[in-house]
């Protein structure tokens, strides 16, 4: 990861910022030698994500009609 001086971001920052989006990789500003903020670019939308989760997860029974009812008790009324 490159790293460089807050100085030297201020006089470049628009520069830095269109490096950053168009490499990828992430940069440090430092500030008397110790970092003090990470640049790093926004990760691109890609296309849809819908079913990307697929096989990570297991639906045991109904999930919209499930019968919880002896998990749950209500506040109020009878305790």
């Not at 490096?19 to 903020?37: F, H, K, N, Q």
């Not at 790093?40 to 939308?45: F, G, N, R, T």
């Amino acid at each position: 990861m490159k790293t460089m001086v807050v100085s030297e971001f201020k006089a470049k920052c628009i520069g830095v910022l269109k490096l950053v989006e168009e490499t990828g990789e992430s940069l440090v500003i430092t500030r008397r030698g110790r970092p003090v903020a990470e640049i790093e670019p926004i990760a691109k939308a890609g296309g849809r994500n819908l079913g990307s989760q697929r096989g990570y997860m297991k639906i045991n029974g109904d999930i919209v009609r499930g019968e919880f009812a002896d998990e749950w008790s209500m506040c109020g009324g009878d305790r």
